[in-house]
C-alpha cells in the first residue's frame, strides 16, 4: 500500500443550495468515486463542463470534505495549482509570489529563496515588483504558473493551466510540467486540451454528470471518451 | 501553527500598505481619519449638547477608540469569508484566519491610535500613572473580546447570510449602550445593572480607568473580561474547526 499516492473510496458529495425561508434543494456534485493512483504516475480527468472534475481536484487536495467515502493522501503534501486566485492586486508579482508560497504551506524564508526563480521563469522581468493589478491576462498566466513550480508539493493538482499565455511560454511550461513528471512526481490534471493530456498522462478518468464513465491507461480510454464526444451527425 | 502566525501578520501589514498605496494621503489617513471621527462626536456631544463638562474629551476618547477597533473589525470580519471566497476554494487555509487578519489589521491601527492618545492626554494635562504600564494587559483583554466577537460574526454569517443585514444596526445600538458618550454610573439606578452585563461597557471603562484617573484596574474586571474573551475565541474556533472543509461550499 505504500506506493500508493492517492485512494479515493466511494467518494461521494451533495451540495445544498439555499432558497428563501429555509428550503434547501440538493445536488449531487460526486457519486461514487473510487480510484487508487500509485506514486509517480500522472492522471488526467476528462469530462463535460459541470461534470465535477474541479470538486474532485478539490477533494483530493484537502479544501473539501465528502459528504461519504475515504480520500487518503498518505501523508503526501498535495496542492492544487491554479492561476492566482486569491490574489492581492496592488500587491507587486514578487510580494503576491510570496504569500501563494506561503499559503501553500512553505515557510517565508524558503519562499523568499525561491522568488529568484520565479522571476526568472515568469520572464516578468522589472514587472515582477510592479502590481499585479497592472498585469496583462498572458502576464498574470505566467506568474501563476511560474509559482506554482516553485511552490513544488509531493502531489500536483493541475486545473486547466496548461493553456496559458502565448505559445512560447505554453511549450516552455508544459516542457517544465513533463521534467516533473519525469523525476517520478505524482500529478493529476485537469484539461481541455487533449494534446497535453495524451502527451503527459499514463491514466485518465473520465467522469460524467459526477460519475465515473470510465477509467484505465491513456489509450484505452481516450479513444473512447473521444468517440463519444464526437458531435452526433 | 506558527507559520499560519507568520501570514496573518504578513496579510496584515500587505492589507494596510495596500490602504496607503490607494491614496493620495497614504499613511496619514491612519491617523486623519480617526482623528474626524472623534472630532464628529466631539461636535455633538461635547459643543452642541453641552455633555460631560470638565474632562469631556479624554472621557470621550477613551470609549472611542476602543470601540472604533471593535466595530470596524466585526464589520470587516463579517464579510472576510466570503472576500477571499477565490482563495478558499484554491488552497487549504484553516478558515480561522480570515476574521484573525482583520483583527490584527485593526490592531495595528489602534495601537497607533492608543500612542496618539496617550500623547494628547499627557499635552491635555494628564498625568501618567504607574497604572499605564498595565496597558498592555489591557489591550490584550481587548483583543481577545474583538477577536472573540469578530470571528464569531465571520462564522455565521455565511451559513446566515440575513445577519449582514442587521449587523450595522446592531452596532450602533451596541455603541450607544456602551457608556461611550454619558457617564452610566449617571444613569437611573434600576437600568445600571443592565449596563453591568454589557462586557464593552466595562472594558471601555478600564481604559478611563488606568488612563484617566492613573489608577490600577478592578482586577476583577480585566480577567472576567478575558475569560469572557477566550470564551468566545474558543467556541468560535472549535465551530471553525469543525466546518473547516465544509466552509469551501457554503461560501462560494
Known amino acids: 500500500m505504500t506506493d500508493l499516492a492517492i485512494l479515493l473510496d466511494a467518494v461521494s458529495l451533495t451540495l445544498r443550495s439555499r432558497r428563501a425561508l429555509g428550503r434547501s434543494t440538493g445536488h449531487t456534485v460526486l457519486k461514487d468515486i473510487s480510484l487508487s493512483l500509485p506514486r509517480g504516475k500522472t492522471l488526467g480527468i476528462v469530462g463535460r463542463n459541470g461534470a465535477g472534475k474541479s470538486t474532485l481536484l478539490r477533494i483530493i487536495a484537502g479544501i473539501i470534505k465528502p459528504d461519504r467515502g475515504r480520500v487518503d493522501c498518505f501523508g503526501l503534501r498535495a496542492s492544487l495549482l491554479g492561476l492566482g486566485a486569491g490574489r492581492l492586486p496592488h500587491l507587486s508579482g514578487r510580494d503576491n509570489a510570496l504569500m501563494t508560497g506561503m499559503l501553500q504551506g512553505l515557510r517565508r524564508r524558503d519562499m523568499e529563496g525561491r522568488l529568484e526563480q520565479v522571476q526568472e521563469f515568469s520572464e516578468l522581468g522589472e514587472y515582477f515588483d510592479q502590481p499585479v493589478s497592472t498585469y496583462s491576462t498572458g502576464m498574470n498566466a505566467r506568474l501563476g504558473f511560474a509559482t506554482a513550480l516553485q511552490v513544488d508539493p509531493d502531489i500536483m493538482l493541475i486545473d486547466e493551466i496548461l493553456g496559458v499565455g502565448d505559445a512560447e511560454f505554453r511549450l516552455k511550461s508544459r516542457k517544465a510540467l513533463r521534467e516533473r513528471i519525469v523525476s517520478d512526481k505524482t500529478v493529476v490534471l485537469v484539461s481541455h486540451e487533449q494534446a497535453a493530456i495524451k502527451d503527459l498522462c499514463d491514466w485518465i478518468l473520465w467522469i460524467d454528470q459526477g460519475r465515473v464513465r470510465a477509467i484505465g491507461l491513456m489509450n484505452e480510454v481516450m479513444s473512447e471518451y473521444l468517440e463519444a464526444m464526437k458531435p452526433a451527425s | ?252
Not at chain 2, 490584527?104 to 499635552?123: D, H, P, W
Not at chain 2, 481587548?142 to 464569531?152: I, N, P
Not at chain 2, 444596526?169 to 452610566?184: E, H, P, R, T, W
Open chain 2, 1 to 252: 501553527m506558527y507559520r499560519y502566525l507568520e501570514l496573518i501578520h504578513y496579510r496584515a501589514l500587505a492589507e494596510l500598505k495596500m490602504e496607503a498605496s490607494r491614496l493620495y494621503l497614504g499613511l496619514l489617513w491612519w491617523v486623519v481619519e480617526p482623528v474626524l471621527y472623534m472630532a464628529a462626536f466631539y461636535l455633538v456631544f461635547g459643543i452642541l449638547f453641552q455633555r460631560g463638562g470638565e474632562g469631556f474629551v479624554g472621557f470621550l476618547l477613551c470609549g472611542l477608540v476602543p470601540w472604533k477597533w471593535f466595530s470596524s473589525s466585526v464589520m470587516n470580519a463579517s464579510n472576510s469569508l466570503a472576500a477571499n471566497a477565490a482563495l478558499i476554494q484554491q488552497v487549504y487555509v484553516p478558515k480561522w484566519i480570515f476574521p484573525t487578519i482583520v483583527v490584527v489589521t485593526g490592531l495595528y491601527k489602534f495601537l497607533v491610535i492608543l500612542a496618539l492618545l496617550m500623547c494628547f492626554l499627557l499635552i491635555y494635562g494628564y498625568s501618567p500613572g504607574v497604572s499605564w504600564l498595565v496597558m498592555p494587559l489591557v489591550v490584550l483583554v481587548s483583543f481577545f473580546l474583538v477577536l472573540g466577537c469578530a470571528s464569531l460574526v465571520a462564522f455565521i454569517v455565511p451559513f446566515l447570510p440575513d445577519l449582514k443585514m442587521i449587523l450595522a444596526n446592531a452596532l450602533v445600538l451596541l455603541m450607544f449602550l456602551s457608556g461611550i458618550f454619558y457617564n452610566i454610573g449617571q444613569l437611573d439606578a434600576a437600568y445600571q445593572s443592565w449596563f453591568d452585563l454589557n462586557p464593552l461597557a466595562h472594558l471601555f471603562q478600564l481604559y478611563r480607568t488606568v488612563l484617566l484617573d492613573a489608577q490600577w484596574p478592578v482586577w476583577n474586571d480585566l480577567f472576567g473580561l478575558g475569560v469572557i474573551g477566550l470564551a468566545l475565541m474558543g467556541l468560535s474556533f472549535s465551530l471553525f474547526q469543525r466546518y473547516d472543509r465544509v466552509l469551501p461550499s457554503v461560501v462560494g
